[in-house]
Structure formats: C-alpha cells, structure tokens
T-cell receptor, first 117, second 114 residues
Framework: AQSVAQPEDQVNVAEGNPLTVKCTYSVSGNPYLFWYVQYPNRGLQFLLKYITGDNLVKGSYGFEAEFNKSQTSFHLKKPSALVSDSALYFCAVRDAVEAGNNRKLIWGLGTSLAVNP | DARVTQTPRHKVTEMGQEVTMRCQPILGHNTVFWYRQTMMQGLELLAYFRNRAPLDDSGMPKDRFSAEMPDATLATLKIQPSEPRDSAVYFC????????????FGPGTRLTVT
C-alpha cells in the first residue's frame, strides 16, 4: 500500500536560517513525489515535483527537494527561510505506474512551518 | 493566468438543507478532484474524474454526497441532506493527467452546517 509520512507536525526556524521539512514515502514501484504549500485561507499551491532524472529538484520560491531512493525520502529544503514562508506544507506521492485508471495522490498530513523574525 | 474557480467561497446552511458546490477546472485539464479538508482529518480525497468519467469516489459518503461533471467546464459536489459533521473546506483541483500529474487547486468552499 502507498503511504506518505510527514513526521513533524510543526517546524520552527529563524528567518535567514536553512529549513528542512521532512517526508518519507512508501510505494510498490517508482514514485512520483510532490510538495505543495497552503497559505492561510487559500488552496494548495504546487511547489515542485520529482518524476525522474536528477535527484535534486528545484521549485518555486527558492525551494528545493532531494529524492533519496535508499531512504525513501523527499525532504523539502530552502537555504534561507523567510517569514513569508510560514505556511502549511504537504508532501504527496503516487506510484508511477498504477493498475487500471487509478491516478490519485496519497497525501501527508501536513507540516506547519513557522519562520520567526 | 489560468486558475481553478470555485463557487460559492463561503456557505452557511442549516442541517438538512441541500448544498451544491461548483468548480470550473482549468481549460484543457482532463482530471478533476474533489477534496475535503478538516483540522481533524486533514486532506481527504472524495472523488475524482478523468475525461468527465468518475474513476474513484470511494472516499465519499454515498448516502448523502454526489459528484458529477455535466460538461468539461463544470464539476459539482452536492450534499443532501447536509449535517454539521460536513462542515469543512471543500477543494476542487484539476490536472492534465498522466504525464503532468501535478494538481492545481481552487480557493475552496468553506462550508458551515449549523
């Protein structure tokens, strides 16, 4: 069965410091991996994805994520956090090849990122 | 700037009333998803469509919820009768499917059932 874990409910960092939001996954085959961000009272916004190729994926707003197959992880990172990065972050996974027509994403529960001035 | 639109943005209704939420996916997108978000359960997939055909509605309470796509530009989610436990934010998302699997979310409908 597919699953996603975001082990931290909340991450606190100081502005200017590097940030990491963790995600681990489980799929039977090769994964498609995604990060989304949700600002208060808004819908989720796509940040970045890993489909194939380079393990380091760069996305919007200076975020990047590193796919690590041996550790089944896809941690979200940013070298220097901004107060405006404070939001809820969701990791999602899908098996690259699904039987039949099933193409749904499996979502983590979200990690609340607070960047302190 | 193509966006998913949802109406209404907010809805307050009394228990037992019918609620209809509408979504206009991004033009050209062939997959549509309905999600519900609550503090307790997080983000739950209710239903999704590809090329207007329902592929999976296993996350949806069948006795009171229904989802349809009357045409490629409109998806609807209906609750009848509504209950207080249905209070949540309902999101619609659309996508291009297999080769660009990311989803684009609408702003959501905040539903309160009293």
């Amino acid at each position: 069965a597919q699953s996603v874990a975001q082990p931290e409910d909340q991450v606190n960092v100081a502005e200017g410091n590097p940030l990491t939001v963790k995600c681990t996954y489980s799929v039977s085959g090769n994964p498609y991996l995604f990060w989304y961000v949700q600002y208060p009272n808004r819908g989720l916004q796509f940040l970045l994805k890993y489909i194939t190729g380079d393990n380091l994926v760069k996305g919007s707003y200076g975020f990047e994520a590193e796919f690590n197959k041996s550790q089944t992880s896809f941690h979200l990172k940013k070298p220097s956090a901004l107060v405006s990065d404070s939001a809820l972050y969701f990791c999602a996974v899908r098996d690259a090849v699904e039987a039949g027509n099933n193409r749904k994403l499996i979502w983590g529960l979200g990690t609340s990122l607070a960047v302190n001035p | 700037d193509a966006r998913v639109t949802q109406t209404p943005r907010h809805k307050v209704t009394e228990m037992g009333q019918e609620v209809t939420m509408r979504c206009q996916p991004i033009l050209g997108h062939n997959t549509v998803f309905w999600y519900r978000q609550t503090m307790m359960q997080g983000l739950e997939l209710l239903a999704y469509f590809r090329n207007r055909a329902p592929l999976d509605d296993s996350g949806m309470p069948k006795d009171r919820f229904s989802a349809e796509m009357p045409d490629a530009t409109l998806a609807t989610l209906k609750i009848q009768p509504s209950e207080p436990r249905d209070s949540a934010v309902y999101f619609c998302a659309s996508g291009l499917g297999e080769f660009t699997p990311e989803q684009y979310f609408g702003p959501g409908t905040r539903l309160t059932v009293t």
